[in-house]
């Protein structure tokens, strides 16, 4: 449980963030125009609402949503939520992440979602230190990338 400074702290940061960070989608009701990624009873919106998502990618152009469609999932799951830059995290910043979330899955079952914003920016190094981690489901990853994923 967080101290009291914790919220204190959490809440003046928010306050001081951005407009658009400020007025970001809560809810997957709040997404305005992604209904062929998380429209009622698509696979995603599915796994959310069952608290049953595996990793994904979302891809399209910058301010697509994206990112506001991976805090909407960490807020409407279990899960801890991690975010991670693929061009400022280091192998080292995103071993620690893997290691203090396999102690949440072994010490009170609670998972973690890995947001990797610019994923398409991910060193072979990277991409190796991640890989047993996704595999073995010690994390959820949601990458994001302005890249298309289906062509090289």
Do not use: C
């Not at 069952?50 to 899960?79: C, E, F, R, W």
Request: zero cysteines; glycine letters at 6%.
């Amino acid at each position: 449980m967080d101290s009291l400074f914790a919220e204190v702290d959490r809440e003046t940061r928010f306050n001081a963030a951005p407009l658009a960070v400020r007025m970001r989608p809560r809810t997957m009701n709040e997404v305005v125009g992604q209904d062929e990624a998380v429209g009622k009873g698509t696979w995603l919106r599915r796994a959310i609402e069952k608290d049953a998502l595996s990793s994904v990618i979302l891809y399209g152009p910058a301010g697509t949503g994206k990112t506001s469609i991976a805090h909407v999932i960490a807020q409407s799951t279990n899960a801890v939520f991690v975010e991670v830059s693929a061009i400022t995290g280091s192998v080292k910043d995103l071993r620690r992440e893997i290691d203090a979330a396999n102690q949440r899955l072994l010490l009170n079952g609670k998972r973690t979602i890995l947001f990797i914003d610019e994923i398409h920016r991910f060193s072979r190094r990277q991409q190796d230190a991640l890989l047993h981690a996704v595999e073995d489901r010690i994390v959820i990853l949601i990458g994001a990338t302005t890249e298309n994923p289906f062509f090289e």
